[in-house]
């Protein structure tokens, strides 16, 4: 799995913040989640931007248990979420079982769905559906920007940049936008409850840096993808961040409560 700079993370996470979609924690507060404290695992934590944003909101007394692969991003988490007790582990998330979740309240994770294979996500659905413990996927991508304004190159910078979320890693078939779609399956299946909400950034001028940011990586990711797209790309970044990128980009959150 991919690890990212704690500069990206740190660019994006006001955006995070004000997507995530708030009626799913609203349910989330309904559910006896009979656990005091709370523990909570927080996978693929990254700097721990999840944490800061919902531990409050869920209030109590929690004990978070932080999980990622990169010790430098788990550090970081480590000494900046408060106001709850801190365990870290470095590792795989996609390894965990439903043993490993034994006596967790609640399974958490931001931007990760989209990043893991078809087989990764039935295997953690599987082991939070075996643990009882109730699942809050925040961030997924779903494959839809929207510029304002539009132009005819948007659909063909969309169409492979969406097929590079799906491509093949070290033998991995990434999920990209169908990630919430398939998860909401995997739960289902199991007889879990599974509901999902629009969590969209909405990037304007008070967005201006992580706007350009996301924009070019966009771009970088398409071209990746699809080559003859570079000759496009000198220009369709300047008509973009000369008038200052207006941009929706649209993710999903779900939640899934065992039944």
Same mark, same amino acid.
């Given at each position: 799995?991919?690890?990212?700079?704690?500069?990206?993370?740190?660019?994006?996470?006001?955006?995070?913040?004000?997507?995530?979609?708030?009626?799913?924690?609203?349910?989330?507060?309904?559910?006896?989640?009979?656990?005091?404290?709370?523990?909570?695992?927080?996978?693929?934590?990254?700097?721990?931007?999840?944490?800061?944003?919902?531990?409050?909101?869920?209030?109590?007394?929690?004990?978070?248990?932080?999980?990622?692969?990169?010790?430098?991003?788990?550090?970081?988490?480590?000494?900046?979420?408060?106001?709850?007790?801190?365990?870290?582990?470095?590792?795989?998330?996609?390894?965990?079982?439903?043993?490993?979740?034994?006596?967790?309240?609640?399974?958490?994770?931001?931007?990760?769905?989209?990043?893991?294979?078809?087989?990764?996500?039935?295997? /953690?659905?599987?082991?939070?559906?075996?643990?009882?413990?109730?699942?809050?996927?925040?961030?997924?991508?779903?494959?839809?920007?929207?510029?304002?304004?539009?132009?005819?190159?948007?659909?063909?910078?969309?169409?492979?940049?969406?097929?590079?979320?799906?491509?093949?890693?070290?033998?991995?078939?990434?999920?990209?936008?169908?990630?919430?779609?398939?998860?909401?399956?995997?739960?289902?299946?199991?007889?879990?409850?599974?509901?999902?909400?629009?969590?969209?950034?909405?990037?304007?001028?008070?967005?201006?840096?992580?706007?350009?940011?996301? /924009?070019?990586?966009?771009?970088?990711?398409?071209?990746?993808?699809?080559?003859?797209?570079?000759?496009?790309?000198?220009?369709?970044?300047?008509?973009?961040?000369?008038?200052?990128?207006?941009?929706?980009?649209?993710?999903?959150?779900?939640?899934?409560?065992?039944?």
């Amino acid at each position: 799995m991919s690890t990212f700079a704690p500069e990206w993370l740190s660019l994006r996470e006001k955006a995070d913040a004000g997507a995530r979609a708030l009626d799913l924690v609203d349910r989330l507060r309904e559910i006896d989640l009979n656990r005091d404290p709370l523990v909570v695992r927080d996978l693929g934590c990254g700097t721990g931007s999840l944490g800061r944003w919902l531990a409050a909101r869920l209030g109590g007394r929690q004990h978070w248990v932080l999980h990622d692969r990169d010790p430098r991003l788990l550090s970081i988490a480590a000494a900046t979420v408060s106001g709850v007790t801190i365990e870290a582990h470095e590792g795989d998330v996609t390894a965990l079982t439903g043993a490993d979740l034994a006596g967790t309240s609640l399974v958490a994770a931001s931007a990760l769905l989209d990043l893991l294979t078809a087989e990764e996500v039935d295997r /953690l659905a599987a082991a939070c559906v075996e643990a009882g413990c109730p699942a809050l996927f925040t961030l997924s991508v779903v494959g839809r920007v929207e510029f304002d304004p539009a132009e005819p190159l948007d659909e063909r910078f969309q169409a492979a940049f969406n097929d590079h979320q799906r491509r093949v890693v070290d033998g991995r078939r990434l999920l990209g936008p169908d990630a919430v779609e398939v998860a909401a399956a995997a739960f289902a299946r199991r007889g879990a409850r599974v509901t999902t909400s629009p969590s969209p950034w909405r990037l304007g001028p008070d967005q201006v840096a992580l706007a350009g940011e996301w /924009l070019r990586g966009w771009v970088d990711a398409a071209v990746a993808q699809e080559p003859r797209l570079a000759a496009d790309v000198p220009g369709y970044l300047w008509r973009k961040l000369d008038r200052g990128p207006r941009v929706v980009v649209h993710h999903a959150d779900l939640l899934a409560v065992p039944g």
